[in-house]
């Protein structure tokens, strides 16, 4: 009988990425009051499995010693995998050391790097790369949370694609315009009418017959865009840009799995679902999270703020990055962006972006 051995600590995502490789006859959970939650999302993420637990305190040394070696002196006859990458440093070196002294296999996973470091039987560890899918809903789960995806907030039809495609295109003139399209928003005009310094900028949309343009003069050359519903309007102010990157990641089948307008709530026991938070896109590539938020707007301390929550609730491997027209001005939110390991990217850096996910490299290669 095939066992595998889990110390569970804070971090799920390894427990998780071993049972799935091991593919064991018995999964042993071996946990404290602390990780009592992980270890109970993890058999409710992971149903198929044989479970046994185990209760320890995971700063007694002597305690963790004693419960690993009750579970080797029941299940002597059987292969033991220990996975130790889980648990408190006291845990994990207990472990590591039964273990070697038992000349037991020993499987570390490197969930950060997307890497097996697989010790059998004391000997040199074998590295192999981890070919395993996450889905998006059992990262989640794992954590304690459920997701919920609503249907996309516009179609996906010629016309906003032409939007989309026409404000990629012309973001950049568009700024000197959204100052002034917001005011008159702001002041409940019934026709928006608004053009640059220049005069080479000119948009007007009519609210109440939802009619509108947006012209664009370079030189000779004059392009523009017709406006003919107040979705329409909506998407040009904004929305556009979501969906852009959405549709650019899916076009080029940068993960795994993606899905957008990604809603999170807290499961507790025998209560209904409490919200915690939304995020614009969500991607796992290998057995990583990336989450990406779109601004097309001013950006301020809530929205940092929000991303800052959201890294606490989706551990400590995954991304958080921030997709804006521009650049932040404003010196503290660029701080606020460095401190809370936000990755911010202009949209004329989006390219840069993909290219360097294609081929990025072990981020811990001397693990």
Not at 58 to 80: A, Q, R, W
Not at 235 to 249: A, S
Not at 315 to 330: D, H, M, Q, W
Not at 352 to 362: L, T
Request: proline residues 4%.
């Amino acid at each position: 009988m095939k066992i595998l051995l889990n110390l569970i600590g804070g971090q799920p995502a390894p427990i998780y990425i071993a049972t799935r490789l091991i593919d064991p006859d018995l999964n042993i959970m071996i946990y404290s009051k602390d990780s009592e939650k992980q270890n109970q999302k993890l058999m409710e993420t992971l149903p198929g499995y044989n479970y046994e637990a185990f209760l320890v305190n995971p700063y007694d040394y002597d305690d963790c010693v004693g419960v690993l070696k009750e579970v080797t002196k029941k299940y002597i006859g059987s292969e033991l995998i220990l996975n130790p990458t889980s648990g408190t440093k006291i845990m994990s070196f207990a472990g590591f050391k039964l273990f070697s002294d038992l000349k037991k296999d020993i499987l570390y996973i490197d969930s950060q790097n997307h890497k097996s470091i697989f010790f059998k039987k004391g000997m040199t560890p074998i590295i192999d790369k981890i070919n395993l899918s996450f889905p998006i809903k059992d990262y989640f789960s794992i954590y304690g949370y459920l997701i919920e995806t609503g249907d996309p907030r516009f179609p996906d039809n010629e016309t906003y694609y032409k939007i989309r495609k026409f404000m990629h295109e012309n973001y950049f003139q568009f700024k000197y315009l959204i100052s002034k399209i917001n005011i008159q928003i702001y002041n409940k005009v019934s026709i928006i009418d608004c053009n640059d310094d220049t005069g080479n900028l000119y948009f007007t949309y009519n609210i109440e017959e939802e009619k509108g343009l947006f012209r664009i003069k370079r030189g000779r050359k004059e392009t523009s865009l017709e406006i003919n519903k107040k979705n329409e309007f909506d998407y040009l102010l904004g929305y556009w840009m979501e969906d852009f990157v959405f549709y650019k990641f899916s076009e080029l089948k940068l993960f795994d799995e993606l899905l957008m307008n990604v809603k999170i709530y807290t499961v507790r026991d025998n209560l209904q679902p409490e919200y915690q938070n939304e995020f614009d896109i969500c991607g796992i590539k290998d057995q990583t999270v990336y989450i990406f938020e779109c601004k097309t707007g001013n950006l301020d301390k809530g929205i940092v703020e929000k991303l800052r929550l959201i890294k606490n609730l989706t551990g400590t491997y995954s991304k958080i990055n921030l997709i804006t027209l521009f650049r932040p001005v404003e010196s503290a939110a660029k701080e606020r962006i460095k401190d809370f390991k936000i990755k911010h990217i202009n949209l004329n850096e989006l390219e840069e972006f993909i290219n360097e996910f294609k081929n990025q490299k072990d981020t811990n290669p001397n693990l």
